[in-house]
């Protein structure tokens, strides 16, 4: 598949495991974030969102949590699947559907 | 309901030349965001248009221009191609004014442009 990024940080999970997945934002203004998965050769698909007035949100098997403080994110995946290999960005909204992207996360699930 | 759909999926070009990448966005859609892919750079932000106009510019040189019809279908053109144009260019559309009213961009699967 079509590689997104050479030098990715990578996190390397035990299928059933739970993974985390870190991110630092840069613009304290903004009030909306949103985490991506991008799977070789696809476009990025939304995973979950969080507004800046919260603090933590849920999905299914997914957490996202926002430390406003330190402009900080993390993804949450509950027991990791293989299907969940990919690579993960968080992302700001500035403005209408103006995005600023992460650098990106390779997630490795090991069977 | 069918997605985005971006068209060429795959094309090369030389220094020089010019190209064209098109975008079909969700039907009902009227916002249609690009956004260009590099393993240096990730994903950058370069224009957004909404109702056929550019409500939003990233911050790349004027070789790189788009437009919107009226069915909210867009193009955008790169001119003067350089090596380092070479990028997946993704098309993502939403059905509202901004990210934050619905939470979701739908992203096509990018056109993958290579200058030689």
């Known amino acids: 598949g079509e590689s997104v990024g050479l030098h990715l940080p990578t996190l390397s999970v035990q299928e059933g495991d739970n993974s985390i997945i870190n991110c630092a934002y840069s613009?304290?203004?903004?009030?909306?974030f949103i985490w991506y998965k991008q799977e070789s050769g696809k476009g990025p698909q939304f995973i979950i969102d969080i507004r800046s007035n919260m603090d933590k949100r849920q999905g299914q098997r997914v957490t996202v949590l926002l430390n406003k403080t330190v402009k900080h994110l993390s993804l949450q995946i509950a027991a990791t699947q293989p299907g969940d290999s990919a690579v993960y960005f968080c992302?700001?909204?500035?403005?209408?559907?103006?995005?600023?992207f992460g650098g990106g996360t390779r997630l490795m699930v090991k069977p | 309901k069918a997605g985005v759909t971006q068209t060429p999926r795959y094309l090369i070009k030389t220094r020089g030349q010019q190209v064209t990448l098109s975008c079909s966005p969700i039907?009902?859609?009227?916002?249609v965001s690009w956004y260009q892919q590099t393993p240096g750079q990730g994903l950058q932000f370069l224009f957004e248009?909404?109702?056929?106009?550019?409500?939003n510019k990233g911050n790349f040189p004027g070789r790189f221009s788009g437009r919107q019809f009226s069915n909210s279908r867009s193009e955008m053109n790169v001119s003067t191609l350089e090596l380092g144009d070479s990028a997946l260019y993704l098309c993502?559309?939403?059905?509202?004014?901004?990210?934050?009213?619905?939470?979701?961009?739908?992203f096509g699967e990018g056109s993958r442009l290579t200058v030689l």
């Open positions: 993502a559309s939403s059905g509202v004014a901004g990210a934050s009213n619905t939470g979701e961009l739908f």
């Open positions: 039907s009902g859609h009227r916002s």
């Open positions: 248009y909404f109702s056929e106009t550019q409500r």
């Open positions: 992302a700001e909204n500035n403005a209408g559907n103006m995005l600023t």
């Open positions: 613009n304290s203004a903004s009030d909306y």
